[in-house]
């Protein structure tokens, strides 16, 4: 029982599922904060890369619907 125990806390498996999870963490917190801070801007810029492919898809049904 005691080897058991010692071999429990000397095993390292589940060290690398904390490392991801700390790193999943880090990577959340960095998008949340870049969404928090340029929040507004990133709004505006997809709306207007929106726009923009819309506008495209609107000219190239326009030129396949012509003969």
Do not use: H, W
Not at 8 to 22: K, M, N, P, V, W
Not at 44 to 60: E, H, R, T, V
């Amino acid at each position: 029982m005691i080897a058991k125990l010692c071999a429990f806390f000397q095993s390292r498996d589940g060290a690398t599922a904390i490392e991801y999870g700390l790193i999943a963490a880090a990577v959340s917190v960095a998008i949340a904060a870049t969404v928090f801070t340029f929040g507004d801007e990133l709004t505006q810029l997809f709306g207007n890369l929106g726009g923009l492919l819309s506008d495209a898809n609107d000219q190239l049904e326009a030129g396949a619907t012509t003969p």
